[in-house]
């Protein structure tokens, strides 16, 4: 899964990111653990991501990453919508993201 976001963005070398460009993650769930660790990639497009294709580095990407520690009864249901929407949500309050955001599958 990757997370849509609809606004611009510029890369550190000035490449202009149009919006809809992807924030696709790595996830672990490290041993002995129970939070979850998010690292970011940036794709410009759909296309970019399923291709395999090089991702981008917005400056804000320092900002993508993240470590969630859900309660119990979250992590005994976690699913790969639930981990999605937690990121989702953490994007959200990024305001180098804003707020209009849509899940990709």
């Known amino acids: 899964m990757a997370i849509k976001v609809n606004n611009t963005a ?25 939070k979850l660790h998010y690292s970011p990639k940036v794709y ?8 395999g294709k090089a991702q981008v580095y917005p400056d804000f990407i ?8 859900p309660t119990l009864e979250e992590f005994g249901t976690l699913n790969p919508a639930a981990v ?5 949500t953490y994007l959200k309050t990024l305001t180098e993201i804003g707020v209009n955001t849509e899940v990709v599958l």
């Open 10 to 34: 510029t890369s550190r070398d000035g490449l202009i990111i149009p919006s809809g460009y992807l924030i696709g993650f790595d996830f672990t769930i490290p041993d002995g653990s129970k």
């Open 44 to 51: 410009v497009s759909e296309e970019a991501r399923t291709e």
């Open 62 to 69: 320092s900002s993508l990453s993240y470590v969630y520690e």
């Open 84 to 88: 999605n929407d937690f990121y989702n």
